[in-house]
Nanobody, 121 residues
């Protein structure tokens, strides 16, 4: 089970930290990722972490950072310089996903419930 939290409303240029706490699964043994879905749009890849590797969507590169705390079995998404176009429901995901497919929705078998991020201009 994945429990996402940390969403909220923030002004453009602000920051938020999302958390994804896992139970029944050790995050360090799986690919962990964040996706987001805006109204009327498809779910899109944001960031992923597996072992010591990270990957980011071009739209968030340099502004977002994904990290993992093995002791807390939790993955984080640190979001800085937020823009109105970052507004979406953010989902964390977990799976035994090969690195070449981490940006794809279908290989992940565990999903959190989503947390709303709203960035006002």
């Amino acid at each position: 089970q994945l429990q996402a939290s940390g969403g909220g409303t923030v002004q453009a240029g602000g920051s938020l930290r999302l958390s994804c706490a896992a139970s029944g699964r050790t995050v360090s043994n799986y690919a962990m990722a964040w996706f987001r879905q805006a109204p009327g749009k498809e779910r899109e890849f944001v960031a992923a972490i597996r072992l010591g590797n990270t990957k980011y969507a071009d739209s968030v590169k340099g502004r977002f950072t994904i990290s993992r705390d093995n002791a807390k079995n939790t993955v984080y998404l640190h979001m800085n310089s937020l823009k109105p176009e970052d507004t979406a429901v953010y989902y964390c995901a977990s799976g035994r996903v090969i690195w070449g497919l981490v940006e794809t929705v279908s290989p992940y078998d565990y999903w959190g419930q989503g947390t709303q991020v709203t960035v006002s201009s």
